[in-house]
């Protein structure tokens, strides 16, 4: 690899550190980024890497492990489903010139007959392939394809032999740890009789068990003859979670012969789950054709539950179960980092418990951790489930309060917000505790400090909340204090709450509206309802002012009602004017986690002679992810009552994939911090990319939030995202406005259709 780089300014070095990753990982799952980054990097139409394989004919067969296509290139194969194809007649030469460690290069019209052909199918133009090598063996090649007349350059060999060198390596040491793992596993089941069940499966599609050791009745009570003639008991017994990675897996390993290796639980005879760890090899003739699999399932039941209680004692704290300050610490990092990319802010409060030290000397130290535990419970009641509350240690607690709005005004909501947490606190701890028989009354100092206003890193965040603490301490008891920037005009707040009490009891709302386009076709598909105060002087107030203090002061509920019946009026003023529509409107946290909340939305549609079926309902994705499995249960039934789901924001929260796979999910919106200047920003780009490409294989509609320039509209087209809003189309608008929309169109999307 004389003439390949891995730093300075060499042809690898844009890609080295996806070959770090390649060549130190798993090869499987680095691949398909590293075949994506060689491709950009070198602007080619196509890159892949192929494992020789030994066909059902005995001769060697090419099997497409990966491959990268860039714009409009059609793959190698046609058919998704069909990865194989013989070297032999195209590419028998192939065999001797890379088997012999010899590279493929040059404009395939100087190739031989045969394979010229095949390649100019695929549209292929000029080519480069380098051998990887494993264990001194030929065990596949890496390629590059040019489909247009342009020279291939030396910088396109340096980078593919990277690769080749890269994937030899993790192929290599993987291939060696499997071989020893599987050596030592099998010896110590076999010779020296342990308590793993030994097993011998057939190769064919049904996949029989031809031997299965008496230990499967030790571990799941079942005979090996139970075994042997139920050909479905292996798969009925997976757990449901793990089913479909574990037939997967087996699939794999039955049509590559790759070894079998796998974490899953099995349900025992009487009910019971057992955590395995399964292993298996492909067993072959001296042909090289696979004959059977022969396996070790190992009881990991102990270690599990040695490592979740490890997990679970690492991140919380043993005596009230609240997070740990280590996870506080690794989630306020998050938070931070997310509040810094969309303007945001994040508030910590320090609360530090009065005197507590009274009652250790005088009742004990078992009636002190009572009282802690009991106090851990008030303060879990007195915040959102969105707000997270930990223990620090001793008799100080935190919380952190994240994706709060930060304005520029002179009342600071997210101000608002951390003081009325702190005073739902002192409320909270009002009435008095009953430990071992004795009644208990607990005050309590809070230290209360924001990110940015007070600092701009974790640490001092914390520490200026600490600070702010003893500040109130000082002060007396049952206080709190805000650290020195932070600190609100008490009348002004007073004054805002006031005049928002006002807005909700007169109803001094409008509701505008902003176009959702067709990326294909520039049509308007559907609108965003977006609610707005209207002052008494005519100022509006969006809803990041004032929506998440409404929340606080329990008045989120009423102004939903009200955006819910006003939708229903608005409809149908439109459909009167044959306008058709898809409408969303968004659920805040609190909303979202009200009890019956999809019957009563759905009685309110019904009323108003809303079909479900044309409302989006939009979910932020930290919403959805607070409580993965009870948002579940709560998509579900929207679902079910015929709306369609949003998940909002994304991008910006924690999403489990698996999770979203599982949720009846119709639309993923596209944070705007995403889309913003994406066509200039490589990060933003690969991560719009994933995205899409993440919903596309879901059945997800993808919905780009905050279109601003025709360049970022391109590239969002260019990449197959389907829907579009942002001031690009249109700002939100009047529903007369949306009327002349439906009418006449949407000017900037008509360059969409002309396009």
């Not at 230990?215 to 479909?244: C, F, K, N, S």
């Not at 701890?429 to 924001?450: D, K, N, W």
């Not at 780009?704 to 001031?727: M, P, S, V, Y």
Request: aromatic share 8%; hydrophobic share 40%; with cysteine.
């Amino acid at each position: 690899m004389s003439g390949a780089q891995t730093n300075g300014g060499g042809p690898v070095a844009p890609v080295a550190g996806l070959l770090g990753r390649l060549a130190g990982g798993d090869w499987q799952t680095e691949l398909d980024a590293a075949l994506a980054a060689v491709g950009l990097a070198l602007r080619v139409d196509r890159c892949y890497v192929f494992q020789n394989l030994r066909g059902p004919d005995g001769r060697l067969w090419m099997d497409l492990r990966g491959e990268w296509d860039g714009p409009d290139v059609r793959p190698l194969f046609e058919d998704p489903k069909n990865h194989l194809h013989p070297y032999f007649p195209d590419f028998q030469r192939w065999i001797d010139v890379m088997g012999d460690a010899r590279e493929i290069t040059g404009p395939i019209r100087e190739f031989e007959d045969a394979a010229r052909q095949a390649l100019e199918a695929e549209g292929t133009v000029a080519t480069w392939q380098v051998p990887v090598l494993v264990g001194g063996e030929w065990w596949g090649f890496v390629g590059i394809d040019l489909c247009s007349e342009r020279p291939l350059q030396r910088s396109h060999g340096d980078v593919v032999r990277a690769v080749a060198a890269s994937l030899s390596a993790s192929a290599t040491r993987q291939r060696a740890d499997e071989d020893a793992r599987l050596r030592e596993d099998l010896y110590r089941s076999m010779i020296e009789r342990g308590p793993a069940i030994t097993y011998i499966d057939g190769i064919e599609e049904s996949a029989p068990t031809i031997y299965v050791s008496p230990q499967v009745t030790d571990l799941l009570g079942y005979t090996p003859e139970e075994w042997i003639e139920d050909p479905e008991m292996w798969p009925r017994l997976v757990h449901p979670d793990d089913r479909a990675r574990a037939l997967a897996e087996n699939a794999r390993h039955n049509e590559t012969g790759e070894p079998f290796r796998l974490e899953y639980r099995l349900f025992a005879k009487d009910g019971h789950v057992v955590w395995v760890h399964d292993e298996a090899m492909m067993v072959r003739d001296e042909r090289g054709m696979p004959r059977y699999s022969h396996g070790v399932i190992m009881d990991i039941s102990d270690r599990k539950r040695t490592e979740e209680q490890g997990a679970f004692q690492a991140y919380h704290d043993e005596l009230t179960g609240l997070p740990s300050r280590a996870m506080f610490e690794e989630l306020l990092e998050l938070s931070v980092a997310r509040a810094r990319r969309h303007d945001g802010s994040v508030a910590v409060l320090s609360v530090d418990l009065n005197e507590f030290r009274l009652v250790n000397d005088s009742l004990g130290h078992q009636a002190g951790d009572a009282l802690l535990s009991a106090v851990a419970d008030r303060l879990r009641d007195a915040t959102r489930e969105t707000d997270l509350v930990a223990r620090r240690g001793g008799d100080q607690f935190l919380l952190l309060l994240a994706d709060l709005d930060r304005d520029d005004g002179a009342i600071d909501s997210a101000v608002v917000r951390a003081q009325g947490v702190a005073q739902r606190i002192q409320d909270s701890l009002v009435a008095p505790f009953r430990v071992g028989g004795t009644e208990v009354y607990v005050a309590a100092s809070i230290g209360i400090s924001l990110f940015p206003n007070d600092a701009a890193e974790t640490g001092t965040l914390l520490r200026n909340a600490e600070t702010a603490m003893y500040e109130a301490k000082r002060n007396g008891r049952s206080g709190f204090v805000l650290a020195p920037r932070s600190a609100l005009d008490s009348s002004a707040k007073l004054a805002f709450v006031t005049r928002l009490r006002k807005a909700v009891e007169l109803q001094r709302w409008v509701l505008h509206y902003q176009p959702v386009v067709d990326l294909d076709t520039g049509l308007m598909l559907s609108v965003e309802a977006l609610i707005r105060w209207v002052e008494p002087n005519g100022t509006m107030v969006p809803p990041n002012d004032f929506i998440p203090l409404a929340e606080e002061l329990g008045l989120i509920e009423q102004i939903g009602d009200w955006v819910v019946r006003e939708l229903t009026y608005q409809v149908q003023a439109w459909r009167e004017l044959d306008i058709d529509l898809e409408v969303g409107f968004n659920l805040s946290p609190r909303q979202f986690w009200q009890p019956d909340l999809a019957k009563r939305i759905q009685r309110e549609f019904r009323a108003g002679g809303v079909d479900p079926s044309k409302v989006l309902v939009e979910v932020t994705e930290s919403s959805a992810m607070m409580d993965p499995d009870r948002a579940q249960a709560i998509l579900g039934e929207l679902h079910e009552a015929g709306f369609a789901i949003a998940i909002d924001d994304f991008g910006t929260g924690y999403s489990s994939l698996s999770r979203l796979r599982d949720m009846p999910v119709k639309v993923l919106k596209i944070d705007r911090s995403f889309v913003s200047g994406v066509h200039d920003d490589r990060q933003a780009r690969s991560i719009v990319s994933a995205f899409l490409e993440l919903a596309s294989g879901l059945d997800i509609v993808t919905l780009a939030e905050g279109i601003e320039t025709r360049e970022e509209l391109d590239f969002l087209r260019e990449h197959g995202c389907n829907l579009g809003q942002g001031f690009y189309f249109s700002r939100p608008v009047p529903p007369e406005e949306i009327i002349a929309f439906a009418l006449g169109g949407i000017p900037t999307a008509a360059t969409i259709r002309s396009a």
